[in-house]
């Protein structure tokens, strides 16, 4: 069964407006998770590493004011997007390590349209 | 500059028949790689992994070889089969690292 668990699946947001996506690891606590982006027919880009009780890091080109990330306990970080633009609609999965040897597992993803 | 590389971005073979998938890096600090299998609007799913360390790890019909002074590894399946069907990442870390650089995936389509 899923390891890390993503929610919602889809959403679709209208412009200007602002959209939450959960990321829970389940049964197990994680201290760091990872944010990354998919557009069609490209590869997972990493966006930030979310950090329990301390501030997330952000990649480069990455704006840290419009993809707000919180890593509010050792199993839940919440990736917001703000003010969202159609240019922001995309296919968004975090990561998680657990286990032996930090296996990296992912969410389901969740796709974010913004009209 | 794309560090991870897949130069093939689709692969159809027989069923039965083995499917070797490839990829190559420029990084050589990359010193851990894997290989997921993602569907359409899924999450990638976890396969096998390599650390440097070795030439070769088998897990049932999943084998990843790895070249380290080509810089290329390459995932080997065998028997394929319809349900193999999907797109593989290749993935690479350094350092110990959790962060992963991937590929831009090859879809593997095996025919019954």
């Known amino acids: 069964g899923a390891v890390v668990s993503q929610h919602p699946s889809r959403v679709i947001c209208k412009s200007g407006t602002s959209v939450k996506i959960e990321c829970r690891s389940l049964?197990?606590?994680?201290?760091?998770m990872f944010w990354y982006r998919q557009f069609p027919k490209q590869s997972l880009m990493l966006m930030a590493t979310?950090?329990?009780?301390?501030?997330?890091?952000?990649e480069q080109g990455v704006e840290k004011d419009k993809f707000l990330i919180n890593h509010a306990s050792l199993t839940l970080s919440t990736l917001t997007v703000t003010s969202a633009h159609p240019e922001d609609s995309s296919f968004y999965i975090c990561?998680?390590?657990?286990?032996?040897?930090?296996?990296?597992?992912f969410g389901e993803g969740s796709w974010l349209t913004v009209v | 500059d794309q560090q991870v590389k897949q130069n093939s971005p689709s692969l159809s073979v027989q069923e039965g028949r083995i499917s070797i998938l490839n990829c190559d890096y420029t990084?050589?600090?990359?010193?851990?790689f894997l290989w997921y299998k993602k569907y359409p609007a899924e999450g990638p799913t976890f396969l096998i992994s390599?650390?440097?360390?070795?030439d070769k790890n088998e897990d049932g019909r999943f084998t990843v070889f790895l070249n380290k002074s080509a810089k290329h590894l390459s995932l080997h399946i065998v028997p394929s089969q319809p349900g193999d069907s999907a797109v593989y990442f290749c993935?690479?870390?350094?350092?110990?690292?959790?962060?992963?650089?991937f590929g831009k995936g090859t879809k593997l389509t095996v025919n019954p």
């Open positions: 993935a690479a870390s350094q350092g110990g690292s959790e962060k992963l650089v």
């Open positions: 990561s998680a390590p657990q286990g032996p040897g930090n296996t990296i597992y």
């Open positions: 049964d197990f606590q994680a201290t760091t």
């Open positions: 390599i650390s440097s360390i070795k």
């Open positions: 990084n050589s600090m990359f010193d851990y």
């Open positions: 979310s950090n329990e009780g301390s501030k997330a890091t952000y």
